[in-house]
């Protein structure tokens, strides 16, 4: 390039070089960040901390370059307890809600621990992530100035405090704050955060039940005991040929704020869908306040989502409801699926539905024969069709203590929850949390 000297276009081919390596890292285009930083070996500290530095300043270029070396062979920081792991592996998932109260459990719960006082300043950040995910920017703000004001305070335990460890989580959350103001720098705390993954997020385990995950959480004693009779009483229940949805599956929850109320009760009603007592993935979450401010017409809404055709394959012989122009209501028998490859585009997987009875038609000898009457439709899409089993779910009301039953419209939201659980039975479970007092005094 005119102008530049051998060493100094050297050093922008380097530049630029590393960020069309960064790009597909971060983009999983194959490699490790530690391989796209390095470029596949021989590359030393100084010259990448000076490919860094346009990047993301001096202070993290040589910190990103140090961690880039020492990652390789390098035992990783002494992990955190089960408990960051948990939380950790829950926003992985973007499970906020869950994640925020599992750790605002064990802020409230703190006790004794090898890892206690790593854990509690851990537990803080994590929780204002949390709260950045759920529209509280303010909340990581004040978690970061509270973890700088106390990470090297002296511990009057004698404890020393092993700021290696939470230190990804600092990187973390520091990350986030800066990704709308200095994007430069929230590049540079990411990176060192993508260094020391392996000790921050473990692989979560897809195989883990709701059982599982629930065993997971901090405290919890009653309701992980509960579910776990409720899973050997379907398991018999089915063994001996009853319907587990003949009773009620609701339930109440009370308790201070993070203590779990959320968490467990989503893993309550995948629970329910693992144990094919009610549909899978069937979950509505509404808060108090929402329904206090909409009234029944907010409830109507929420319900109808327990109405919603499956996505799941219907067998010919079953009994379904179809919507015929416009209208449910229309219950019928499936007589065929149209799996063919050759089948035009409008009856490609669609089915036939038999809505008719049989008719007697009496011959001249004195014998009858039957036959069905011709009221079929035919060519049925999925998104038409649902099944007695596919509907029903679990609603969740968060906040249920928000709920001001001094007003007529909490009162009517309450009488008309009422009325559709008594009519959906044991397919509709409704968990109701809130703090305990408010709750049983007002609702």
């Given at each position: 390039?005119?102008?530049?000297?051998?060493?100094?276009?050297?050093?922008?081919?380097?530049?630029?070089?590393?960020?069309?390596?960064?790009?597909?890292?971060?983009?999983?285009?194959?490699?490790?960040?530690?391989?796209?930083?390095?470029?596949?070996?021989?590359?030393?500290?100084?010259?990448?901390?000076?490919?860094l530095?346009?990047?993301?300043?001096?202070?993290l270029?040589?910190?990103?370059?140090?961690?880039?070396?020492?990652?390789?062979?390098?035992?990783?920081?002494?992990?955190?307890?089960?408990?960051?792991?948990?939380?950790?592996?829950?926003?992985?998932?973007?499970?906020?809600?869950?994640a925020?109260?599992?750790?605002?459990?064990?802020?409230?719960?703190?006790?004794?621990?090898?890892?206690?006082?790593?854990?509690?300043?851990a537990?803080r950040?994590?929780?204002?992530?949390?709260?950045?995910?759920?529209?509280?920017?303010?909340?990581?703000?004040?978690?970061?100035?509270?973890?700088?004001?106390?990470?090297?305070?002296?511990?009057?335990?004698?404890?020393?405090?092993?700021?290696?460890?939470?230190?990804?989580?600092?990187?973390?959350?520091?990350?986030?704050?800066?990704?709308?103001s200095?994007?430069?720098?929230?590049?540079?705390?990411?990176?060192?955060v993508?260094?020391?993954?392996p000790?921050?997020?473990?692989?979560?385990?897809e195989?883990?039940?709701?059982?599982?995950?629930?065993?997971?959480?901090?405290?919890?004693?009653?309701?992980k005991?509960?579910?776990?009779?409720?899973?050997?009483?379907?398991?018999?229940?089915?063994?001996?040929?009853?319907?587990?949805?003949?009773?009620?599956?609701?339930?109440?929850?009370?308790?201070?704020?993070?203590?779990?109320?959320?968490?467990?009760?989503?893993?309550?009603?995948?629970?329910?869908?693992?144990?094919?007592?009610?549909?899978?993935?069937?979950?509505?979450?509404?808060?108090?306040?929402?329904?206090?401010?909409?009234?029944?017409e907010?409830?109507?809404?929420?319900?109808?989502g327990?109405?919603?055709?499956?996505?799941?394959?219907?067998?010919?012989?079953?009994?379904?409801?179809?919507?015929?122009?416009?209208?449910w209501?229309?219950?019928?028998?499936?007589?065929?699926?149209?799996?063919?490859p050759?089948?035009?585009?409008?009856?490609?997987?669609?089915?036939?539905?038999?809505?008719?009875g049989?008719?007697?038609?009496?011959?001249?000898?004195?014998?009858?024969?039957?036959?069905?009457?011709?009221?079929?439709?035919?060519?049925?899409?999925?998104?038409?069709?649902?099944?007695?089993?596919?509907?029903?779910?679990?609603?969740?009301?968060d906040?249920?203590?928000?709920?001001?039953?001094s007003?007529?419209?909490?009162?009517?939201?309450?009488?008309?929850?009422?009325?559709?659980?008594?009519?959906?039975?044991?397919?509709?479970?409704?968990?109701v949390?809130?703090?305990?007092?408010?709750?049983?005094?007002?609702?």
């Amino acid at each position: 390039m005119p102008g530049l000297s051998g060493a100094a276009e050297e050093a922008e081919g380097r530049e630029d070089a590393l960020r069309a390596r960064l790009k597909q890292a971060l983009a999983g285009g194959g490699g490790s960040l530690r391989e796209a930083l390095l470029g596949g070996g021989g590359v030393s500290s100084p010259p990448l901390a000076a490919a860094l530095r346009p990047l993301i300043g001096q202070p993290l270029a040589t910190r990103v370059a140090e961690l880039a070396e020492q990652t390789e062979g390098a035992a990783p920081p002494r992990p955190l307890g089960e408990f960051e792991s948990r939380a950790a592996s829950l926003m992985a998932a973007g499970r906020w809600i869950e994640a925020h109260d599992v750790v605002e459990g064990l802020l409230l719960e703190a006790s004794g621990g090898g890892h206690l006082h790593e854990a509690t300043l851990a537990a803080r950040l994590l929780e204002g992530m949390c709260q950045h995910e759920l529209a509280n920017a303010a909340g990581l703000a004040a978690a970061l100035s509270a973890h700088e004001e106390e990470k090297d305070s002296p511990l009057q335990c004698g404890c020393v405090l092993a700021g290696e460890v939470v230190e990804p989580y600092s990187d973390l959350a520091t990350a986030l704050h800066l990704v709308e103001s200095d994007a430069n720098a929230a590049l540079g705390h990411a990176l060192c955060v993508g260094l020391t993954r392996p000790a921050l997020l473990p692989a979560a385990d897809e195989d883990l039940t709701a059982l599982d995950e629930l065993e997971g959480l901090v405290g919890l004693r009653e309701a992980k005991a509960h579910c776990r009779l409720l899973r050997d009483a379907v398991a018999l229940e089915k063994e001996r040929g009853d319907d587990p949805k003949l009773k009620s599956l609701s339930l109440v929850l009370t308790g201070s704020p993070g203590t779990g109320k959320t968490a467990f009760a989503l893993l309550y009603a995948r629970l329910l869908g693992e144990l094919e007592v009610l549909p899978s993935g069937r979950v509505v979450r509404v808060t108090g306040a929402q329904l206090q401010d909409g009234g029944v017409e907010a409830l109507e809404e929420v319900l109808k989502g327990f109405d919603e055709p499956g996505e799941g394959g219907l067998q010919v012989g079953d009994v379904v409801e179809a919507r015929r122009e416009g209208t449910w209501g229309h219950f019928g028998r499936i007589v065929r699926h149209d799996t063919s490859p050759r089948a035009r585009p409008p009856y490609k997987d669609s089915y036939d539905i038999h809505f008719g009875g049989r008719v007697r038609f009496e011959l001249s000898d004195g014998t009858s024969v039957s036959r069905r009457d011709n009221d079929f439709d035919i060519g049925v899409r999925r998104k038409d069709i649902r099944a007695k089993a596919e509907t029903g779910g679990v609603l969740i009301l968060d906040d249920a203590h928000q709920l001001s039953t001094s007003e007529k419209a909490a009162r009517q939201v309450l009488y008309r929850l009422t009325e559709e659980m008594d009519a959906r039975g044991g397919r509709f479970a409704v968990v109701v949390a809130g703090y305990e007092k408010q709750l049983f005094t007002e609702v």
